[in-house]
């Protein structure tokens, strides 16, 4: 399972791009992730965001709150020839506005209220470092910035690229 979900706002040139040059899209994100390294822009004002190691919880709390897009993978998959170049989602603007939405509609509260006894630490939806409380917090913390850079990208009209580490 993969513990990080990371995103990067793309214009529609910048998507139809990547779907077809695998160098290019590791190129350019690459290039916006090591640029913003070094300004550390908020999640309403930078093209990438990383979720933290809380993304296995908030993607199992998401479907069990009927989230209607996959902000977890993409509603899209990127296919290459070779499988090896790459393993990326994507979300249309008109996706990123849906989720925008629905997250910003998603009080933290009504989403925590998912959680089950044992999903946190048994269940090993967070670092095996962390305790439940530890868990909890940066899940907060995580979703209060992916309702921010989400909001960012659908107010630009922007898609997203998805990938997990």
Same mark, same amino acid.
């Given at each position: 399972?993969?513990?990080?979900?990371?995103?990067?706002?793309?214009?529609?040139?910048?998507?139809?791009?990547? =779907? &077809?040059?695998?160098?290019?899209?590791?190129?350019?994100?690459?290039? $916006?992730?090591?640029?913003?390294?070094? *300004? /550390? +822009? @908020?999640?309403?004002?930078?093209?990438?965001?990383?979720?933290?190691?809380?993304?296995?919880?908030?993607?199992?709390?998401?479907?069990?709150?009927?989230?209607?897009?996959?902000?977890?993978?993409?509603?899209?998959?990127?296919?290459?020839?070779?499988?090896?170049?790459?393993?990326?989602?994507?979300?249309?603007?008109? =996706? &990123?506005?849906?989720?925008?939405?629905?997250?910003?509609?998603?009080? $933290?509260?009504?989403?925590?209220?998912? *959680? /089950? +006894? @044992?999903?946190?630490?048994?269940?090993?939806?967070?670092?095996?470092?962390?305790?439940?409380?530890?868990?909890?917090?940066?899940?907060?913390?995580?979703?209060?910035?992916?309702?921010?850079?989400?909001?960012?990208?659908?107010?630009?009209?922007?898609?997203?690229?998805?990938?997990?580490?």
């Amino acid at each position: 399972m993969s513990d990080l979900g990371e995103y990067l706002r793309l214009t529609d040139e910048e998507l139809a791009r990547i =779907q &077809v040059d695998h160098v290019w899209a590791w190129d350019h994100m690459e290039d $916006v992730r090591e640029g913003e390294e070094h *300004v /550390e +822009p @908020g999640p309403a004002d930078g093209l990438y965001y990383a979720s933290d190691m809380a993304w296995p919880l908030l993607r199992v709390l998401l479907g069990r709150a009927g989230f209607p897009v996959d902000v977890s993978r993409g509603e899209q998959r990127i296919r290459y020839a070779d499988p090896g170049e790459g393993d990326y989602g994507y979300l249309t603007a008109d =996706q &990123v506005g849906v989720a925008a939405r629905g997250l910003a509609d998603l009080p $933290v509260d009504r989403l925590m209220a998912y *959680v /089950e +006894p @044992g999903d946190v630490v048994g269940a090993g939806l967070c670092p095996p470092v962390w305790d439940e409380a530890q868990a909890l917090k940066v899940t907060r913390l995580v979703y209060g910035e992916l309702v921010e850079y989400f909001g960012a990208a659908a107010r630009e009209g922007h898609a997203l690229l998805v990938w997990q580490l």
